[in-house]
């Protein structure tokens, strides 16, 4: 069915997901297609919210970032044009993007996930394509990686797909849910300037020896944390996790220059957490491409939690 609709505004949210399992490494950087499957659960109130506004007679598309102006010599900029590119009926379409995030990025929360999820469900919204799920995950996809999987609420997983053109490369949500599972999500300060995560991958994958492992890890991984779903076996889906995220950051630690997104409190944290699991208290630890530390558990040890942690940031990711 060909027929569209297009309308002047379309608004959209999307949240941000956290991996269990990770994305870590291209065979197609152009294209975004991972070198393996991740799964993540999404954060159902944390992420963005963008406005696509249809403009007249412009030349060029304005962006709007958390209400600023973003200049078009910023990459975000940039990276927003590029994106609007696949959506352009004809070389008039220009578009204003307001778009909102509703987490600090010194949360270490990827925006690039949501942002691109948001932008892609606006736009094409407003050209009034009706694109279903894998479509939408597809040309989410192509924005930033990860954010195939933000199109999308709950446990998700991206499958990577073997077609070179990617049109398989695109995530799918689980059935499942599970209400008492928690994130805790603790801000570091003083963070670092890090690699963004499109070098630190690309390092990775050229530079480390161990790399040739990752590939296998993150299929076995995947299949033990579906289990450990269908399951809400807690202490598997913990272990797997955080098993997954040490085993990808060890791959970026024998890159060549190194890759350290740690901090020293983030290894501060994770005694803390591996000592809590000493006293009994089940929580598990995961990290992506920067230096806070997220926590994984359930309800009933979010008291212990707050004790150790009190600035915790507790987010109960199913209704
Ligand atoms: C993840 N990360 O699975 C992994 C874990 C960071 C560490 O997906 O180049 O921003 O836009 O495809 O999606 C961050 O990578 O990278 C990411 P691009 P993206 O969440």
């Not at 924005?143 to 609420?153: E, I, L, M, N, Q």
């Not at 490369?169 to 570091?188: D, E």
Request: hydrophobic share 45%.
């Amino acid at each position: 069915d060909c027929e569209y609709r297009p309308v002047d505004v379309f608004e959209a949210w999307a949240p941000v997901n956290i991996a269990l399992c990770k994305y870590w490494g291209k065979r197609d950087a152009a294209l975004n297609l991972p070198v393996n499957d991740s799964l993540s659960v999404a954060l159902p109130d944390k992420g963005t919210r963008t406005r696509v506004t249809r403009l007249q007679g412009e030349s060029k598309d304005i962006v709007f970032l958390n209400d600023q102006p973003v200049s078009e010599a910023d990459g975000f900029y940039q990276k927003v044009v590029a994106h609007l590119n696949l959506f352009r009926l004809d070389r008039g379409d220009r578009f204003r993007i307001d778009t909102v995030n509703n987490i600090a990025t010194a949360a270490g929360l990827a925006s690039s996930a949501s942002g691109f999820a948001a932008l892609t469900r606006a736009t094409a919204g407003v050209q009034g394509f009706n694109l279903d799920g894998k479509a939408l995950s597809i040309l989410a996809r192509v924005g930033s990686g990860s954010a195939c999987r933000s199109v999308f609420d709950g446990f998700v997983r991206w499958h990577k797909g073997e077609a070179v053109d990617g049109m398989d490369s695109c995530a799918a949500p689980l059935s499942q849910v599970w209400p008492g599972l928690r994130l805790g999500v603790l801000t570091l300060t003083g963070a670092a300037k890090k690699v963004g995560s499109r070098e630190g991958m690309a390092r990775t994958v050229e530079t480390t020896p161990l790399y040739s492992a990752w590939p296998a890890q993150a299929e076995a991984d995947i299949a033990i944390l579906e289990q450990a779903i269908v399951d809400r076996d807690f202490e598997l889906l913990g272990v797997t996790a955080e098993h997954n995220a040490m085993t990808m950051h060890a791959t970026m630690i024998a890159s060549w220059p190194p890759l350290l997104y740690w901090e020293p409190e983030s290894v501060a944290v994770m005694q803390k957490v591996w000592q809590l699991r000493k006293d009994g208290v089940p929580v598990y630890l995961t990290m992506d491409a920067g230096p806070n530390v997220k926590l994984l558990f359930e309800s009933p040890v979010e008291d212990s939690i707050r004790q150790v942690f009190p600035d915790v940031e507790v987010v109960k990711l199913f209704p």
